[in-house]
């Protein structure tokens, strides 16, 4: 009897270990670190300094009488200008064959002077200035005279024929005109200008400013 009990113990252990060796077993959990994402910093935004305002007559004159260097302002245009050149790019040369080849063709170069392209003044003139906008030795000349007597616009060099505006820039001749087909002549000159509040607001009435009829009439 011993003996049957010692067996059957001894085949309920083999079979708790069978058991115990077909069960699955557990995966281990391995815990990640938490990382965080990197920190992006944002470039810092500086608000734009001064606002666009049209160069006009009285401000010319009232810079000048107070000593301020016109020509180190820059100066922006209020619309696009269009220059346009189109030549003729055609060639002609003798074939492998003996013939002569003649290719046709035209080149069309078009500029772009938009509101953002700053602009500086080269030479004042008794009736305007001309702007050099980043090319050297080529200016574009904005009038200010009894077609225009408050602000300084847009003035073409010459009217050809069938009415078209050119102006020489570049050292090549181009028809001006303006994005979306406004008149050329409408397109004014802009500044930046800041306005600061200082003193305590008590001083001297001046008198105005800007009733010479020459902008170099000292």
């Known amino acids: 009897m011993n003996y049957n009990k010692t067996k059957t113990i001894l085949v309920g252990v083999v079979s708790s270990c069978i058991l115990l060796a077909c069960a699955p ?6 815990s ?7 920190k992006i910093q944002m470039p810092k935004i500086e608000p734009p300094k001064g606002n666009l305002v049209p160069f006009t007559r009285e401000l010319f004159f009232k810079m000048r009488d107070r000593g301020v260097d016109i020509k180190k302002l ?20 003798v074939g492998p064959d003996g013939i002569l080849i003649e290719r046709k063709g035209l080149a069309d170069n078009t500029l772009l002077i938009t509101p ?3 602009a500086m003044i080269e030479s004042v003139e008794s009736d305007g200035v001309r702007l050099n906008f980043g090319r050297a030795g ?3 000349k904005f009038i200010n005279n009894n077609a225009s007597p408050k602000f300084f616009i847009f003035q073409p060099d010459k009217v050809d024929k ?3 505006n050119e102006v020489t820039y570049n050292n090549s001749t181009y028809k001006a005109g303006s994005e979306g087909g406004g008149a050329i002549g409408e397109v004014k000159l802009m500044i930046k200008q800041l306005d600061e509040e200082i003193g ?7 008198p105005g400013v800007g009733g010479k009829s020459n902008l170099n009439g000292y």
């Open 25 to 30: 077993k557990k995966k281990a959990v391995v």
């Open 32 to 38: 990640t670190p938490v990382v965080e994402p990197p």
């Open 74 to 93: 820059i100066f922006y245009v209020d619309k696009t200008i269009v220059l346009n050149k189109i030549t003729n790019n055609s060639t002609m040369e």
């Open 116 to 118: 953002l392209v700053g």
């Open 138 to 140: 080529s200016t574009l």
């Open 162 to 164: 069938m009415g078209n």
């Open 200 to 206: 305590d607001g008590k001083g001297k009435v001046e």
